[in-house]
Every structure is written in C-alpha cells, then in structure tokens.
C-alpha cells in the first residue's frame, strides 16, 4: 500500500486517494488496446485523443489522462496549456518507418490551424547489432536541399548514423529523422502530431506510395544540418546513476539506475516514471518493467528501492 502525506487527491463523489498514478498505456503490443493500425507502437503515457490513457488505480477507475488534466489540474500543480504537453511512447520498429520532421510551434500556428509544433527525443531501449538511425542531412543550404531532393539523391540527402543501446537523440523541429527496423526507443515529446514526411523509400502502401509533404518539409528543414550536442550530467553513487539526458523548454528527461535504496524528491508540477528494466518499489508500492506513473505535484519525498532503470520525464 502505497501511503504518501503531502498529497491528496479528491474526486466528484468525494472519495479520496494519494500516492502514484499508475497509468494503462494506449497499446497494441504489450497486451493492451490502442484504436490505431501501426504495429508496435505502446502510447504509454497520453492524453492524446487518438489514445487517451487510463488509470489502474481504483480512484480513477475508468477516467482519462485528458479528464484528470481537465478536473484536476492540481494534480500536475496547475500547469499551464489546454491539453496534457507530453506524450510518451514505447515505438518497436520492425520495418524502417518514414522520413519525417516536424514544424516549430510558430509555424505550426500558421500553417496547422494553430496547432502546436513538435520537439522529441528518443531513448534507445534496444537494437539489432548494426543498427542505424537517421538524425539530419547533408545539404550544406536550403538551394542544395532543394536540389537534391528534386534529383531524388536521398543517399546522399539523408543522414544515418549507428547507434547503440542507451544512446539518446534530442529531435528539435526542423530536423531531419527516421527510426530504422530492428530499433527500439523510448519516446519523449510534445503532445503534438503536426509531421511531414519527407521521403518513404518509394514504398507503396496499398498499391500506392504515401503521401508526401515536401513543400512544407523544405519550409521548416533547418540547414545546414547542425549536431546536437551530448555533454550529458552524471552523477554515481553507491546506490545510484543519474544521467540528465536533456533540459529543453517543453521538458526535461533523465535516467536513473537503481541499484539499492535511495530517496528522491518530487519539486516539479508532475513527473512521469517509466520503469524500462528491472524490478523494485518506490516507497512500498511494487514496479516492474513496463510500469508507467505520475508521480504528482507537492508529493515530496519517495524513496526507490531495488534493481531497476527508469526514465523520468517532466515539464
Ligand atoms: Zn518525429
């Protein structure tokens, strides 16, 4: 039972519960449901209409992430925005997915119905010996872009480097990038879908190639391509790494590897857990694999106990 002063949260029916909430992701791959047709994709923390996340706890029976940020927004410590900011997913690529990227905010605005733009960033939880990912472009101006991808010199274009489990990939709009099959990644981002897609190998889907969106891609690809770079803070203890992977206006990400008992505190407007390996407790409320949470505002202190990795996201 999991026990936590400081927090309280009060539903219509005046019932009351405090601690974690433990999230059912939107999914179709790890035994739950998701309305969507792409396969291993786990929306694993989202308020987003197209997969609106439950609540495992019996408080929150039935209720949406999209209700509770509606009803509660005490919960998250009154942050701002008509609609929950982020979006975590869990993307198993078997096959190499589309070449896309996404506007900023300012042009999504204007261009998408006010809508907002889309900065990501991706963990890679596991990958094929060999496996590439595709983050950039070598044209060195917008004149070259458009060039080459009027002469469809793609290989020449596109940007792909290897990787390996544990790296992380901080996507700005205006970047250039694809997962390739056999990759695994844990995904961070603005609760946004505004993408363009550049370049989808000239497959064809239904006897037909997917749409492209290249005069809109060329509007927002920033050129030249310029590297994002990874000096990331660490901290080692006995009984702890934490690695901060990245701090950007719109949230800040990191990983923690528990290998004992040690205690956090919770000072953000919420913070969203994601147990990756492992298993354990925080506090006495026991996570494993796959387990996703909010911890919310004013909750304190927690203590974290056993053998696990987690990253957490917040805003
Ligand atoms: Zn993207």
Redesign the pocket.
Known sequence: KNEIPGWAFSDDEGTKMQGTITIIPADNDYGYKIPSDTTGECWAVSAHKSGDCTFKNEELKGKTLSWLWDNHREVFGNAKGDIFPLLIKIIDAKKDLSI???PNDEYAKANENGALG?T?CWYILDCEEGATIIIGHNAKSKEELKQMIEEKRWKDLIREIPIKKGDFFQ?TPGTV?AIKGGTVIL?T?QNSDI?YRLYDYDRLSNGKPRELHIKKSIDVIKCPYIEEKQDFKIIKKDNYDEKDLVKCEFYEVKKIDIHGEETFIQNKPFEIVSVIEGKGFINDFEIKKGDHFIIPFNYGEYKLKGNMELIISNI
Do not use: A, L, M, N
Request: aromatic share 0%.
């Open positions: 896309q990227v996404h889309k990501e996507i990038h995904e981002q993408t």
